[in-house]
C-alpha cells in the first residue's frame, strides 16, 4: 500500500533531481555490488562523477556515443550487472533507439536509462536537445517501463525500484531544481497512480512538472466552485488503467497534463485507456505538435501553454463538454 504525503506545492525542493538520483544511487551501490553506472560525457552536469570518485571501477565514461553505450549497457547486463545509463533525453531516445529497441529490449535484458532534461526543461539547451517525443517513442517498446519523475521524493523512490525492475525502464528526469510535490516518507509503485486530491466534476491526470501546476490548476477551479481531483500518472507504462476508469467514471471529465508532445505520451495513454474502458471527453495540455526552441523554462512552460491556467481553462472547456 503506499503513502503518499503531498507536501505545501509551489516550494522549491532543497535539492536538485539530479542530486536525489545521484546520491541514492551511491548508497544503493554500497550493498548492490552489481550496480555498474554508464556516461556519455555527462558525469559532471549529472553529478555522476562523485559515484566515479566513490566506486571507479563500476563507473564507464562512454564518451560522445550514446548508441554504442546503450550496446555496453546491455553487455554489462547479459553478464549479471545492473546498469543505470544516462544522457540527455533526445540522445537517449532519437539517437539511441534501435540499440535500445534491439539490443536491450528484445535481448531480454534489464537496463536502467535515464533521460535528462525532458521538454522544457531543456531550456537553452534549445530545440535540438528539448525531447517531446521521448516517452512516446519508449511507450512503443514491448515490454518497456516508462517514467515521468516530478520531484526530488519521487526521484529517490524511482531510483530504487528500478534498480529491481526487469527489463526495459525509461526514466525523464530533469536535472536541476523542481517544484515540491511530496513529503518524505511518500511510496510509490511502478504501475500505480497517486491519488493526491478528490474532485467531482473533473480528474486531472498529470505526470513529471506538470503535477504541481496540475495541483495549483484545482485551487483556480475551486475558487470559481469546480471541484477538480488530481492524480499523479508518474508511469505512462504499464498504465494505470483502473485508476483511469474510475476517474473517468466519477467525474465524466479528463485532463491530461504532460511536459511532452500530446501526441504518443500521456494524453494519448490516457485517451487510449477512456476509449477502451469508459468514454468521456478529454483534453489535453503539452506541446501541441511542435518542436522545442531555446528559451528559459519559465518562457517555454507560458509558450506550450503548461501553466496551471492552461489546464483549468481545459477543464472547464472538457466539463463544458459533457453536458
Given at each position: 500500500?503506499?503513502?503518499?504525503?503531498?507536501?505545501?506545492?509551489?516550494?522549491?525542493?532543497?535539492?536538485?533531481?539530479?542530486?536525489?538520483?545521484?546520491?541514492?544511487?551511491?548508497?544503493?551501490?554500497?550493498?548492490?555490488?552489481?550496480?555498474?553506472?554508464?556516461?556519455?560525457?555527462?558525469?559532471?552536469?549529472?553529478?555522476?562523477?562523485?559515484?566515479?570518485?566513490?566506486?571507479?571501477?563500476?563507473?564507464?565514461?562512454?564518451?560522445?556515443?550514446?548508441?554504442?553505450?546503450?550496446?555496453?549497457?546491455?553487455?554489462?547486463?547479459?553478464?549479471?550487472?545492473?546498469?543505470?545509463?544516462?544522457?540527455?533525453?533526445?540522445?537517449?531516445?532519437?539517437?539511441?533507439?534501435?540499440?535500445?529497441?534491439?539490443?536491450?529490449?528484445?535481448?531480454?535484458?534489464?537496463?536502467?536509462?535515464?533521460?535528462?532534461?525532458?521538454?522544457?526543461?531543456?531550456?537553452?539547451?534549445?530545440?535540438?536537445?528539448?525531447?517531446?517525443?521521448?516517452?512516446?517513442?519508449?511507450?512503443?517498446?514491448?515490454?518497456?517501463?516508462?517514467?515521468?519523475?516530478?520531484?526530488?521524493?519521487?526521484?529517490?523512490?524511482?531510483?530504487?525500484?528500478?534498480?529491481?525492475?526487469?527489463?526495459?525502464?525509461?526514466?525523464?528526469?530533469?536535472?536541476?531544481?523542481?517544484?515540491?510535490?511530496?513529503?518524505?516518507?511518500?511510496?510509490?509503485?511502478?504501475?500505480?497512480?497517486?491519488?493526491?486530491?478528490?474532485?467531482?466534476?473533473?480528474?486531472?491526470?498529470?505526470?513529471?512538472?506538470?503535477?504541481?501546476?496540475?495541483?495549483?490548476?484545482?485551487?483556480?477551479?475551486?475558487?470559481?466552485?469546480?471541484?477538480?481531483?488530481?492524480?499523479?500518472?508518474?508511469?505512462?507504462?504499464?498504465?494505470?488503467?483502473?485508476?483511469?476508469?474510475?476517474?473517468?467514471?466519477?467525474?465524466?471529465?479528463?485532463?491530461?497534463?504532460?511536459?511532452?508532445?500530446?501526441?504518443?505520451?500521456l494524453g494519448s495513454a490516457v485517451s487510449e485507456a477512456v476509449c477502451q474502458l469508459c468514454p468521456v471527453p478529454v483534453e489535453r495540455i503539452g506541446a501541441q505538435d511542435r518542436f522545442g526552441q531555446?528559451?528559459?523554462?519559465?518562457?517555454?512552460?507560458?509558450?506550450?501553454?503548461?501553466?496551471?491556467?492552461?489546464?483549468?481553462?481545459?477543464?472547464?472547456?472538457?466539463?463544458?463538454?459533457?453536458?
Amino acid at each position: 500500500m503506499s503513502v503518499n504525503l503531498i507536501a505545501k506545492h509551489g516550494m522549491k525542493d532543497v535539492s536538485a533531481m539530479r542530486d536525489a538520483y545521484v546520491n541514492t544511487l551511491i548508497k544503493l551501490a554500497k550493498t548492490k555490488r552489481e550496480i555498474v553506472v554508464l556516461d556519455a560525457d555527462l558525469s559532471t552536469c549529472i553529478g555522476m562523477d562523485r559515484f566515479a570518485k566513490e566506486y571507479p571501477k563500476r563507473f564507464i565514461n562512454c564518451g560522445i556515443q550514446e548508441a554504442n553505450m546503450m550496446g555496453v549497457a546491455a553487455g554489462c547486463a547479459a553478464v549479471g550487472k545492473v546498469p543505470f545509463v544516462h544522457t540527455f533525453g533526445t540522445f537517449a531516445s532519437r539517437r539511441s533507439f534501435d540499440q535500445v529497441f534491439l539490443s536491450i529490449a528484445y535481448a531480454g535484458l534489464s537496463v536502467r536509462i535515464i533521460g535528462s532534461d525532458p521538454g522544457v526543461t531543456a531550456a537553452y539547451n534549445g530545440g535540438t536537445h528539448m525531447p517531446f517525443e521521448d516517452g512516446a517513442m519508449m511507450r512503443t517498446v514491448p515490454g518497456a517501463t516508462v517514467i515521468d519523475a516530478c520531484d526530488c521524493v519521487q526521484m529517490e523512490a524511482i531510483t530504487k525500484l528500478a534498480a529491481e525492475n526487469e527489463g526495459l525502464t525509461y526514466i525523464r528526469m530533469p536535472r536541476k531544481d523542481v517544484k515540491k510535490v511530496y513529503d518524505t516518507g511518500s511510496e510509490f509503485v511502478f504501475g500505480k497512480a497517486n491519488e493526491l486530491r478528490d474532485g467531482e466534476d473533473v480528474a486531472i491526470i498529470a505526470s513529471g512538472i506538470l503535477v504541481d501546476e496540475a495541483l495549483q490548476a484545482a485551487e483556480l477551479l475551486q475558487a470559481e466552485g469546480i471541484s477538480a481531483a488530481v492524480v499523479d500518472m508518474f508511469t505512462w507504462k504499464p498504465l494505470d488503467t483502473e485508476t483511469v476508469a474510475k476517474w473517468a467514471a466519477k467525474t465524466g471529465a479528463i485532463v491530461t497534463a504532460e511536459n511532452h508532445n500530446i501526441i504518443g505520451g500521456l494524453g494519448s495513454a490516457v485517451s487510449e485507456a477512456v476509449c477502451q474502458l469508459c468514454p468521456v471527453p478529454v483534453e489535453r495540455i503539452g506541446a501541441q505538435d511542435r518542436f522545442g526552441q531555446v528559451g528559459a523554462q519559465d518562457f517555454l512552460m507560458d509558450e506550450y501553454n503548461m501553466r496551471a491556467a492552461d489546464i483549468a481553462e481545459a477543464a472547464k472547456k472538457v466539463i463544458a463538454r459533457k453536458k
